[in-house]
């Protein structure tokens, strides 16, 4: 078996294999995290320098959740490969 070897790609949105369907998911699951990890970080920088400090810990939260998402989307091929490999054996 062939791993499959899937990259970031916008122009895959309605595509018709899965490799091009999840590299657009994970095209936009990333550029998510991206958005999401900084304003979590102006969020977190904003509460800690004006004394919020609600807003410091969901700052941080956030910072930790768009790492996560970015983590996991970034470990999506190789969970794909795992369960095709796993589906084959089967």
């Known amino acids: ?3 499959l070897d899937v990259t970031p790609d ?19 699951v990333l550029i998510a995290s991206v958005a ?6 102006i969020l977190w920088a904003y509460g800690q320098a004006n004394g919020y400090y609600q807003a410091t810990q969901k700052g941080k939260m956030g910072v930790l959740v768009a790492l996560g998402a970015a ?3 970034g470990s999506a091929v190789a969970l794909m490969n795992f369960l095709v490999h796993v589906g084959q054996q089967m």
């Open 1 to 3: 078996m062939i791993p």
């Open 10 to 28: 916008t122009s895959a949105v309605t595509g018709t294999t899965l490799a091009s369907v999840v590299g657009a998911l994970l095209t936009i």
């Open 36 to 41: 999401s990890l900084i304003a979590a970080a």
């Open 71 to 73: 983590v996991l989307s």
